[in-house]
């Protein structure tokens, strides 16, 4: 089960970090909206490296169910990034 959220806690990162540096790009054309969605991508990708973190041993916070938030984190992550580009 652990690996499951090791995957999910990997998907997380990469997809926050890519769509962090959009933002960046977005943000220095001027658009000043991004900035929110920038510092949302932030903390997305902040809690699944602490997450990665606890999988290590290195455990700063209680662990509870951890893989159901990294699901709803994803699904929150693509539903964002739909309605970006979506314009909505």
């Known amino acids: 089960m652990t690996d499951y959220l090791l995957v999910i806690t990997g998907i997380n990162a990469v997809i926050s970090a890519f769509l962090m540096i959009v933002s960046w790009k977005a943000l220095r054309k001027g658009i000043s909206i991004v900035k929110y ?38 699904v929150m992550l693509v539903l964002v990034y739909l309605g970006i580009m979506r314009g909505k």
């Open 37 to 74: 969605i920038f510092f949302y991508f932030a903390l997305i990708l902040v809690s699944s490296i602490v997450i990665s973190l606890q999988y290590f041993g290195i455990d700063y916070f209680e662990s509870y169910t951890q893989i159901i938030l990294q699901a709803v984190d994803l």
